[in-house]
């Protein structure tokens, strides 16, 4: 090889470094900037009840009984750290209200908030943080894999942009630690299995074993078991992590009862041990779940859950949907509609392609590990009816590892003409990203944060905040008295409030210039209309009635 080719092969390998530190640098600044632009969810002001302490049910009993009160003094109770509550108030509440939740995220955020402050900035903040942790993690997962520096830089690059990651490391939810848990246990096995493996060669070949190796081996498994418990803590839906680790093991075990299993069912099985107080609390308290928070629950039949999990994979790549993306979804038109089907066919096959070379170029071991992740979370949630995309962690990050060594393997393989056709793709793909990233950080509502009931949220709020003394009523279920709770974050902190959980509750008082109704119910209508004499008129309609003028 000439000098003039090796000084070549220098300054593209130094381009490529710095291209990577770019899009590193991209995705950072992504996940911190607007961090309090979008509206803030139904589920986001749940999290800062949980973290103020109080649970669903004394709020209610406290203040949705038809008393009135300030925007600002209902943050201030239900949406900030109190005094008179602790971080096992915290824990009281998920344990009562919501067990589907473990609390170890809720608990963090509460001492985050306790730290730094309530602002919906500070909030978020703590995810944003926390995603960070994933860089590292699947470069250690990739190395682990596939032992290749390339595959684990190419990961880490498209993991940084990725619009799923990206807007769930915006979200105060537990999403980002779910992500980072995946990661590390999934190495941490990795790395495991590797030293249980090369204790069991030096055995085998010296006929002793190494004292030091063998500790080792020991200490990583426990490690792996305390990151087994760590996640089970963080989500329930570790137990799927935990299944497809499993099915992996048994597998490259050859259904046989060796050390290697043996460990990974001793680290299992104390995780689970560990985690079975929690366990209790969920079967205890889960009759109340549907009676506390009103949960939706997804219902899809698994046929029908194929449509989301589709649109779901494309949508690691490239944002799309109907609120929000940069191929908005039923926009009716013939060519938004063609192009969005060819962005997704190109994609899937590219998928299609990856997992295939991934089982064809790769061990066994490699190509299971990555299948047992992407298949075991999907054939579970589409049998369950509950594909949605925060559920869908581990196949998400399986789907980007595969991705990520197909064009790691294609771009350091492939012959000229083929090897810039690759090149090529993954521009198209990292860019789509970027331009999926640089379009939702400038808006203030996304599909990530429930449209279906916070899309309306602005326009409400700058109906509401114009009025000069304003009166915010609100009747109905758990459900709804929630939605307030994301609304009151739009509304100016002196706007008042009359909450309740009965229409006869609601006693209008004097002194305000005008009087709404918020997501009126039927009973409260015919209360004020029948029995009180009020004229009521819709003055925010777009489709349902979301906002009623009330006036004598």
């Given at each position: 090889?000439?000098?003039?080719?090796?000084?070549?092969?220098?300054?593209?390998?130094?381009?490529?470094?710095?291209?990577?530190?770019?899009?590193?640098?991209?995705?950072?600044?992504?996940?911190?900037?607007?961090?309090?632009?979008?509206?803030?969810?139904?589920?986001?002001?749940?999290?800062?009840?949980?973290?103020?302490?109080?649970?669903?049910?004394?709020?209610?009993?406290?203040?949705?009984?038809?008393?009135?009160?300030?925007?600002?003094?209902?943050?201030?109770?239900?949406?900030?750290?109190?005094?008179?509550?602790?971080?096992?108030?915290?824990?009281?509440?998920?344990?009562?209200?919501?067990?589907?939740?473990?609390?170890?995220?809720?608990?963090?955020?509460?001492?985050?908030?306790?730290?730094?402050?309530?602002?919906?900035?500070?909030?978020?903040?703590?995810?944003?943080?926390?995603?960070?942790?994933?860089?590292?993690?699947?470069?250690?997962?990739?190395?682990?894999?596939?032992?290749?520096?390339?595959?684990?830089?190419?990961?880490?690059?498209?993991?940084?942009?990725?619009?799923?990651?990206?807007?769930?490391?915006?979200?105060?939810?537990?999403?980002?630690?779910?992500?980072?848990?995946?990661?590390?246990?999934?190495?941490?096995?990795?790395?495991?299995?590797?030293?249980?493996?090369?204790?069991?060669?030096?055995?085998?070949?010296?006929?002793?074993?190494?004292?030091?190796?063998?500790?080792?081996?020991?200490?990583?498994?426990?490690?792996?078991?305390?990151?087994?418990?760590?996640?089970?803590?963080?989500?329930?839906?570790?137990?799927?992590?935990?299944?497809?680790?499993?099915?992996?093991?048994?597998?490259?075990?050859?259904?046989?009862?060796?050390?290697?299993?043996?460990?990974?069912?001793?680290?299992?099985?104390?995780?689970?041990?560990?985690?079975?107080?929690?366990?209790?609390?969920?079967?205890?308290n889960s009759p109340r779940i549907a009676a506390t928070?009103?949960?939706?629950?997804?219902?899809?039949?698994?046929?029908?859950?194929?449509?989301?999990?589709?649109?779901?994979?494309?949508?690691?790549?490239?944002?799309?949907?109907?609120?929000?993306?940069?191929?908005?979804?039923?926009?009716?038109?013939?060519?938004?509609?063609?192009?969005?089907?060819?962005?997704?066919?190109?994609?899937?096959?590219?998928?299609?392609?990856?997992?295939?070379?991934?089982?064809?170029?790769?061990?066994?071991?490699?190509?299971?590990?990555?299948?047992?992740?992407?298949?075991?979370?999907?054939?579970?949630?589409?049998?369950?009816?509950?594909?949605?995309?925060?559920?869908?962690?581990?196949?998400?990050?399986?789907?980007?590892?595969?991705?990520?060594?197909?064009?790691?393997?294609?771009?350091a393989t492939a012959n000229n003409p083929r090897q810039?056709?690759?090149?090529?793709?993954?521009?198209?793909?990292?860019?789509?990203?970027?331009?999926?990233?640089?379009?939702?950080?400038?808006?203030?509502?996304?599909?990530?944060?429930?449209?279906?009931?916070?899309?309306?949220?602005?326009?409400?709020?700058?109906?509401?905040?114009?009025?000069?003394?304003?009166?915010?009523?609100?009747?109905?279920?758990?459900?709804?008295?929630?939605?307030?709770?994301?609304?009151?974050?739009?509304?100016?902190?002196?706007?008042?409030?009359?909450?309740?959980?009965?229409?006869?509750?609601?006693?209008?008082?004097?002194?305000?210039?005008?009087?709404?109704?918020?997501?009126?119910?039927?009973?409260?209508?015919?209360?004020?209309?029948?029995?009180?004499?009020?004229?009521?008129?819709?003055?925010?309609?777009?489709?349902?009635?979301?906002?009623?003028?009330?006036?004598?």
């Amino acid at each position: 090889m000439n000098s003039k080719s090796i000084k070549n092969g220098r300054l593209h390998q130094t381009w490529l470094k710095f291209l990577i530190v770019v899009i590193l640098i991209t995705g950072i600044f992504f996940r911190f900037t607007n961090l309090d632009r979008k509206v803030y969810s139904f589920d986001e002001s749940i999290t800062s009840l949980r973290i103020s302490g109080y649970t669903w049910t004394e709020m209610v009993q406290q203040d949705f009984q038809g008393k009135t009160i300030s925007v600002q003094d209902l943050q201030r109770k239900y949406q900030q750290i109190n005094p008179e509550k602790s971080w096992l108030d915290t824990v009281k509440g998920l344990a009562t209200e919501e067990p589907q939740l473990p609390p170890l995220y809720f608990i963090l955020a509460r001492f985050w908030v306790q730290w730094f402050g309530p602002e919906v900035a500070t909030v978020r903040s703590l995810s944003a943080w926390m995603s960070l942790l994933i860089f590292p993690s699947v470069y250690w997962l990739c190395w682990e894999l596939f032992r290749s520096a390339r595959a684990g830089w190419m990961a880490v690059t498209i993991v940084a942009v990725s619009p799923f990651h990206v807007l769930y490391a915006q979200e105060a939810r537990p999403y980002m630690m779910f992500a980072v848990l995946v990661l590390l246990s999934n190495a941490i096995l990795l790395r495991a299995i590797a030293l249980q493996k090369s204790t069991a060669t030096f055995k085998s070949t010296f006929k002793y074993t190494s004292k030091s190796t063998s500790k080792l081996s020991q200490a990583v498994w426990l490690i792996y078991a305390i990151a087994l418990t760590v996640g089970l803590y963080s989500s329930l839906l570790f137990f799927l992590v935990i299944l497809a680790h499993g099915i992996y093991v048994i597998i490259t075990e050859n259904l046989r009862f060796r050390q290697t299993l043996i460990a990974y069912l001793l680290a299992s099985a104390t995780a689970t041990l560990i985690f079975a107080p929690w366990i209790f609390v969920l079967v205890n308290n889960s009759p109340r779940i549907a009676a506390t928070v009103g949960l939706p629950h997804l219902s899809l039949s698994p046929l029908s859950s194929l449509k989301p999990l589709f649109i779901i994979t494309c949508r690691i790549f490239i944002d799309t949907h109907w609120a929000g993306g940069i191929i908005k979804l039923g926009s009716g038109n013939t060519t938004t509609d063609s192009i969005r089907l060819i962005v997704a066919v190109l994609l899937i096959l590219a998928i299609a392609h990856s997992i295939y070379l991934l089982c064809y170029s790769t061990p066994k071991r490699v190509s299971l590990f990555v299948l047992t992740a992407i298949g075991i979370t999907a054939i579970v949630l589409i049998a369950v009816g509950g594909v949605a995309d925060r559920y869908l962690v581990p196949y998400i990050l399986g789907i980007q590892l595969a991705v990520a060594y197909l064009f790691t393997a294609k771009i350091a393989t492939a012959n000229n003409p083929r090897q810039k056709l690759w090149q090529l793709g993954l521009i198209a793909i990292i860019s789509s990203e970027i331009v999926s990233c640089a379009v939702s950080s400038q808006s203030q509502l996304w599909w990530n944060k429930y449209p279906s009931s916070t899309k309306h949220n602005p326009a409400i709020a700058a109906i509401v905040n114009q009025a000069q003394k304003p009166l915010v009523i609100c009747h109905g279920g758990n459900n709804i008295t929630g939605k307030i709770l994301s609304v009151s974050y739009l509304l100016k902190p002196q706007v008042e409030l009359l909450l309740a959980v009965k229409p006869e509750q609601v006693k209008i008082p004097d002194g305000f210039s005008d009087v709404f109704l918020y997501r009126s119910t039927e009973l409260l209508r015919f209360e004020l209309e029948k029995v009180q004499k009020y004229k009521i008129t819709p003055i925010y309609k777009p489709g349902d009635v979301w906002l009623w003028r009330l006036e004598k």
